[in-house]
Each structure stands twice: as C-alpha cells, then as structure tokens.
C-alpha cells in the first residue's frame, strides 16, 4: 500500500539554527499537510499546499516558517529560526487525487522528531 | 472555537473485551469524521473515516456519529493484543474539493488490551 514518508526520524539542533524536514507524499495526491505534535498534546494543523502554494495556514504557521515543493516528489518543511519550543514530532500528510472523488482523509507519515536544545 | 475533546484515558480491558471510544465536539460544521490508530513511534493510521450522522461498520470496528449530540464513538469488537494502541477521533468541515482540508484532533485515548 501506498505510503507517506519522511526523513529524518529524529533531529536534534541548536536553538537559532534552521531545519527543514522532508517528506515524500503519495504518488498521485494532490494536496501536503504539515501537521506538529507537542508531546502529551493534539496533533495540530499547520498548513496545507495544493498547486505550488498554501491553501490554509493556522496561527502557529508564523514567519518562521516555510514549505516548498522543490520537485515532484518531495515536500518540505522549513523552520528558519528554531526555538525551544518548536521541539515536537512532525507530522506530513497528504490527501486527495484526480479520480474525481471528494473529500478524500489525510494519510499521514510517520513523522519527524525534532528536539531542539 | 474549533475544539474537539477525548478522554484520554489511559483505558485498559483484558482481551475480547468490547471498547468504546469517544469524542465530542463543539462546531456544528464538522461533517466529516475520522478515527486514527497511532502506535508508539508511528504516525497517525487511518482506522474509520465517516460522513454525518450514522453508523459504518469495518470489522470488528463500528463509527457512531451523532451530530445533534455533537457526539461520535469508535467501538472495538473482540478486542486484541494488537489493538493497544493511542485513537485519535478527527475531524472536518470538508468542502474543499478532493480533500478535507485541515484537521481537528481530540487529545487521543490510551488504550491497551491485556491477555
């Protein structure tokens, strides 16, 4: 079955340096997700990106960061300036394709730990 | 305010036991509803996924949802070993197209089936 994946599993980085976290959706999906899960708190909605640009953004997702689809199989997550309390597990997901069906759920990857020291 | 809530447990049951599972919720809006099984160190794993109000069946796993309630359930049949696990309920609005857009996620139940 099909599978989102994501790399590295776990990140450690200095407090003011920059990450970015790499995923490869689903093959034939259309729209990317980042989602972050605090430890012991939900998984919270960052953003979602369908045809080179953000369709939805939430409060969390500040100038500090940033995703791309540099190619037609990777998409990233980029934190320009990390804090403390970025340190988190980050989720990407993705959804959707051109078989005309709607409303199609999420499926998620198995995330990206990053600790931030 | 978009808030889901679960109890988050943690809910132990010894083996064949049957679990329910719960959620509510505070946005009439939300018409879209899923169940996510997450085990230690994994991601997310889409269990049930339902629109409106009903039931769907899938297995030993059966999805309530119960909008005047603002109310769904996830029940777990004949449980197993394997099914220990944290369910995570979520939630959309939908209306996007081919996609749901973002998600709401209640807090996750705990759950571990003992032999």
């Known amino acids: 079955e099909p599978e989102v994946t994501q790399t590295p599993s776990h990140q450690v980085t200095q407090m003011g340096q920059e990450v970015i976290l790499r995923c490869v959706p689903i093959?034939?999906?259309?729209?990317f997700y980042w989602y972050r899960q605090i430890l012991g708190q939900k998984v919270e909605f960052l953003v979602s990106?369908?045809?080179?640009?953000?369709?939805?953004k939430s409060e969390i997702f500040d100038d500090q960061f940033s995703v791309e689809r540099p190619d037609g199989s990777n998409f990233t997550l980029k934190i320009r300036s990390t804090k403390l309390e970025d340190s988190a597990m980050y989720f990407c997901?993705?959804?959707?394709?051109?078989?005309?069906?709607?409303?199609?759920?999420?499926?998620f990857g198995d995330g990206t730990r990053l600790s931030i020291l | 305010q978009k808030e889901v809530e679960q109890d988050p447990g943690p809910l132990s049951v010894p083996e064949g036991a049957i679990v329910s599972l719960n959620c509510t919720y505070s946005n009439s809006a939300f018409q879209y509803f899923m169940w996510y099984r997450q085990y230690s160190r994994k991601g997310p794993e889409l269990l049930m996924y339902?629109?409106?109000?009903g039931n769907k069946e899938d297995g030993r796993f059966t999805a309530q949802v119960d909008k005047s309630s603002k109310y769904i359930s996830l029940f777990i049949r004949d449980s197993q070993p394997s099914d220990s696990a944290t369910y995570l309920c979520?939630?959309?609005?939908?209306?996007?197209?081919?996609?749901?857009?973002?998600?709401?996620f209640g807090r996750g139940t705990q759950l571990t089936v003992w032999p």
């Open positions: 339902t629109y409106s109000s």
């Open positions: 093959s034939n999906h259309l729209y």
């Open positions: 990106f369908y045809n080179n640009e953000i369709s939805e």
């Open positions: 979520a939630m959309s609005d939908g209306d996007r197209g081919s996609t749901l857009g973002r998600l709401y």
């Open positions: 997901a993705s959804s959707g394709n051109l078989l005309g069906m709607t409303n199609q759920p999420q499926h």
